[in-house]
Nanobody
Framework: QVQLVESGGGLVQAGGSLRLSCAAS????????AGWFRQAPGKEREFVAA????????WYAHSVKGRFTISRDNAKNTVLLQMNNLKPEDTAVYYC????????????????WGQGTQVTVSS
């Protein structure tokens, strides 16, 4: 089992930055692919970014590429999502997830989920 707790959400103006953190506890976090997903009101949960286990290959949704950066610190069991140049359309609840999969963009292949943290970007 892996427990995930997100933090770092909040209210920011368009063009601003936030850094989300996901703290993991339980089994060795380095053996899991870690991802960030988001869900806006009335919309389905969607892939944002992921970092693959072992080799740390990163994946990004087209909408955030060049603005968001995912990283992990296996020694601290933490995954970070640095979000720059935020836009109102980035407003959503952001979820951290972990899974044994290498198919990092596939939501259904993640095994563990955090409770989410709200990000609101005002125009």
């Amino acid at each position: 089992q892996v427990q995930l707790v997100e933090s770092g959400g909040g209210l920011v103006q368009a063009g601003g930055s936030l850094r989300l953190s996901c703290a993991a506890s339980g089994r060795t976090f380095s053996s899991y692919t870690a991802g960030w997903f988001r869900q806006a009101p009335g919309k389905e949960r969607e892939f944002v970014a992921a970092i693959v286990k072992y080799d740390s290959t990163t994946w990004y949704a087209h909408s955030v590429k060049g603005r968001f950066t995912i990283s992990r610190d296996n020694a601290k069991n933490t995954v970070l999502l640095q979000m720059n140049n935020l836009k109102p359309e980035d407003t959503a609840v952001y979820y951290c997830a972990a899974g044994v999969t290498n198919q990092a963009t596939t939501i259904n292949l993640y095994d563990f989920w955090g409770q989410g943290t709200q990000v609101t970007v005002s125009s």
